[in-house]
């Protein structure tokens, strides 16, 4: 069974930067596939970022903003934000799968970016 646990969520003016780390517990595949999803109010879960191997992609709205990145011996799973906008407002949840009874979801971190 893996955990996740999401944080460095908070408030951030817009312009600003904020990383947030997904921590495992437990064993992970290495063919795992990472990724970040955010939600805001009233709006449908979206995928922001996706690491599988060394390969990432990123939603429009975010790319060249977003980083993801993986720390294989820390089992950790980073989103580097900067350039934050108000827009990008919303609950940050990762998600690790490598088989359908293998997928995991973390409790999610809030970030809230002022104008």
């Known amino acids: 069974q893996v955990k996740l646990m999401e944080s460095g969520g908070g408030l951030v003016q817009a312009g600003g930067s904020l990383r947030l780390s997904c921590a495992a517990s437990g064993s992970i595949s290495s063919i795992a596939v990472m990724d970040w999803y955010r939600q805001a109010p009233g709006n449908q879960r979206e995928l922001v970022a996706t690491?599988?191997?060394?390969?990432?992609d990123y939603a429009d709205s975010v790319k060249g903003r977003f980083t993801i990145s993986r720390d294989n011996a820390k089992n950790t799973v980073y989103l580097q934000m900067n350039s934050l906008k108000p827009e990008d407002t919303a609950v940050y949840y990762c998600r690790v799968r490598w088989s359908l009874r293998n997928d995991y979801w973390g409790q999610g971190t809030q970030v809230t970016v002022s104008s």
């Open positions: 690491m599988h191997s060394a390969v990432t």
